[in-house]
């Protein structure tokens, strides 16, 4: 009996025990360990392995697209063109140039062009086209994208103005550049007509015409009127005249400073000087 109560006893005393640890326990919050803030050693191998990712892509953090300013949308979409016209021309591997062809020139709705000027009749438009390894010319096909055609008029007006081309002198009031492959297309080249204004010492500019392919003229527009009808019937013989090359246009600019001020036609009077001079 005194055993079973001596069991008796210590089975009270652990019973006393526990519920006192449990009061301590309830009393006392035990410290847990968060486990999204302390991540596990593999979580942070693959954190690692996206951000060398990123940065092997070149990949910068941007906006949502609503967030997006719209000048600065605009800006990616026109490097977003101008690159797609790099790669055409680079894919090409060939050089962009402009080529002047007349107003109704009847396929100038098939290629990548633009007007010179003005878009009225008389004026010619800018065609571009490429100019293959064996030295034929192949048109540019056309694009509804105005940035593109831009970007490649820029290039094409770029390579021509890097063209030696050579003005000679006619007499004391004029320049020609005969002969020689875009001479006419120099005419989108501002430097080049300074040149000719500065060497004819033109102070009100210059008078200046190409009326046919490889073949560009240059008359002071301070000299006489007598002088600029010889200029105007040089440049209308040079237009009816087929062995100059294909036609551009009859009409003559006025140029100054490099930048075209008026287009002016052949005067009313140009008849009558063709048949005096034709009769000598």
Known sequence: AKEKKSDAGKDGDA?????KEEAKTKDEPVETKDAETEPVESSKEESSAKIEI???ADVVDEPAEEAVKPEAKRADDDDASRGDAAKA????????YPLLKPYDWPNRRDC???PFVEDNPGFPVIACVWKRDDGTLAFVPETDELRVLEYMMDEAVANVKALDVP???LNDYMLVAAGVEFAAEKLLDADFLRDAQRRLGAKSGILVSAPRRG???ACNNDAME????????LSNEAWEDPDYGDTITPLVFLVDDGDVAAALSPPPNLGQLKHVLRGV
Do not use: C, H, N, T
């Open 15 to 19: 019973g006393d025990a526990a519920e």
């Open 54 to 56: 990123k940065e092997d």
């Open 89 to 96: 021309s680079a894919s090409e591997r060939r050089p962009l």
């Open 112 to 114: 990548a062009y633009q």
């Open 167 to 169: 003005w000679a002198p």
């Open 215 to 217: 073949y560009i003229m």
């Open 226 to 233: 007598g002088v600029k009808m010889i200029f105007y019937y």
